[in-house]
């Protein structure tokens, strides 16, 4: 039987998880992938015990030192950032014919097209399907899956502490700060949480998908970027007043930049039931119409379940590139319009005086918004209050001129927010 012989350079949540099932479940997996997987090196910061035996299996502890040596298959990379000992040694892995398997979306977002090219000229696998939404295959399923389809349009709810922070907001009525506080005491959130609530995680991850999707060079900088930090309790609470929920989507289009940002949605879609730590990815495009798959985006497990199918792949012979076209046929995107998702939510706090609703809609139909619904909230004496428009159908370019007028009137206390209201997702 054929063997493949694996280093995995990282042993932390994913790393150990991945080292562990493939010593403890080795003959399950070799049936599965009809190739024996040795896993012959390790590297990690420290040597410590991690679940499995170490028998047999070689400690690097340079981990750019499993680039040269011969006789390892694939170089399995789990320690992420998107540059330093992870960019060394998967570039010089796969210069020197080793097959990579990566599960880091920070890597692949800014790396991802020089990396490609590297393991086309060196006849080797690139494959990072846990770097995208954890246990859903998302990207074998809109590369391969989906391969015959013009791609319209990708939706994807791409972090889950961002969506388990909008639904302990939506299901308690508690603030940002607070469900923050709780996520990072017990641990669904980093201490420095910005990769994940100013939406770069999610952005990495879209860019990919968003590569993939229109056969386009992978460009991070292009993904306009939104977190979730000013989002208040008010926002979720007006948004269920209208029927909505607050989701961080990520959006991407063939015609339109890549679009990570809080949206309102239905309450009734499918999408707005994807709760707590879920991901949900989904893809619209001819013919296959819809396509919606939902499972936990992140975690030692999920993850692993991604990896260990990378590494499958690659031991049964399958073969792809690894954004499903040659890496000399993508495409240079030059798109430089935002999605434009047509109704809009404004929300804002005023001055509770008499003629401040007669100069705000006054200014948002000098800039072509037409209003369709207004709610205000918080009246007392003297204090501001919120003030929330949704609009009809309406330009992303007239929206931001409108807030930029609106915010420099006197009446108008601390930020306006414009959320898009996505239909159809
Ligand atoms: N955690 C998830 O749910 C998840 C989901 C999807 C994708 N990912 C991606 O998977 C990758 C790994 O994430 P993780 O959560 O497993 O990270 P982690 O728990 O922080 O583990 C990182 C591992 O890298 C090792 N390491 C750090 N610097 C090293 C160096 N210079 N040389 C060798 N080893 C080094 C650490 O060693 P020590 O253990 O000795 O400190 C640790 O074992 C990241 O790219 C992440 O974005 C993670």
Redesign the pocket.
């Known amino acids: 039987m054929k063997e493949v012989n694996i280093a995995i350079?990282?042993?932390?949540?994913?790393?150990?998880e991945v080292a562990r099932i493939l010593c403890n479940d080795a003959d399950r997996l070799k049936r599965q992938a009809g190739a024996k997987l040795n896993l012959v090196a390790v590297?990690?910061?420290?040597v410590r015990d991690r679940g499995f035996s170490m028998d047999g299996i070689s400690f690097a502890e340079d981990?750019a030192s499993l680039a040269n040596r011969d006789d390892i298959d694939i170089v399995v990379e789990?320690?992420?950032r998107s540059e330093g000992?992870a960019l060394d040694l998967c570039r010089n892995a796969l210069k020197s014919g080793k097959h990579v398997v990566t599960?880091?979306?920070?890597l692949v977002a800014h790396h991802g097209h020089e990396l490609a090219i590297c393991a086309e000229e060196n006849d080797t696998q690139l494959c990072f399907e846990?770097?995208v939404a954890?246990g859903i295959p998302a990207i074998k399923l809109l590369r391969e899956g989906l391969s015959a389809n013009d791609i319209e349009l990708v939706t994807g709810i791409l972090n889950g502490t961002c969506n388990y922070i909008l639904t302990e907001m939506t299901q308690t009525g508690r603030s940002f700060d607070d469900v923050l506080a709780e996520a990072q005491a017990k641990g669904y959130a980093e201490a420095e949480p910005s990769f994940d609530v100013d939406g770069i995680d999610a952005a990495h991850k879209l860019a990919i998908l968003a590569a993939i999707a229109y056969g386009q060079k992978i460009r991070f900088e292009s993904v306009q970027m939104a977190g979730i930090r000013n989002i208040s309790d008010t926002d979720i609470g007006f948004a269920a007043d209208l029927g909505y929920v607050i989701k961080l989507l990520g959006t991407a289009a063939r015609y339109a930049l890549p679009t990570v940002q809080p949206c309102l949605i239905a309450q009734d879609t499918q999408l707005a039931k994807i709760d707590g730590a879920l991901n949900a990815v989904a893809y619209k495009g001819s013919p296959v119409q819809s396509i919606l798959c939902t499972g936990p985006g992140?975690?030692?497990g999920p993850?692993a379940s991604a990896v260990l199918a990378d590494i499958i792949d690659i031991a049964r012979g399958h073969r792809a590139f690894p954004f499903g076209k040659p890496a000399a046929s993508l495409l240079d995107a030059d798109i430089q319009k935002p999605v434009d998702a047509g109704r809009y939510y404004l929300r804002m706090m005023v001055k509770d005086e008499i003629g401040v609703l007669n100069t705000v809609t006054a200014i948002l139909r000098d800039h072509d918004i037409s209003v369709e619904s207004m709610l205000q909230k918080g009246r007392s004496d003297n204090a501001p209050v919120h003030l929330v428009f949704t609009t009809h159908s309406t330009e992303h370019a007239y929206v931001r001129a409108a807030c930029n007028s609106l915010s420099g009137e006197k009446f108008v206390a601390g930020d306006i927010l414009a959320l898009p209201i996505m239909e159809n997702v």
């Open positions: 350079a990282g042993l932390g949540v994913v790393g150990g590297s990690a910061r420290q981990a789990l320690i992420g000992v599960a880091n979306k920070a846990a770097a954890g992140a975690g030692d993850t």
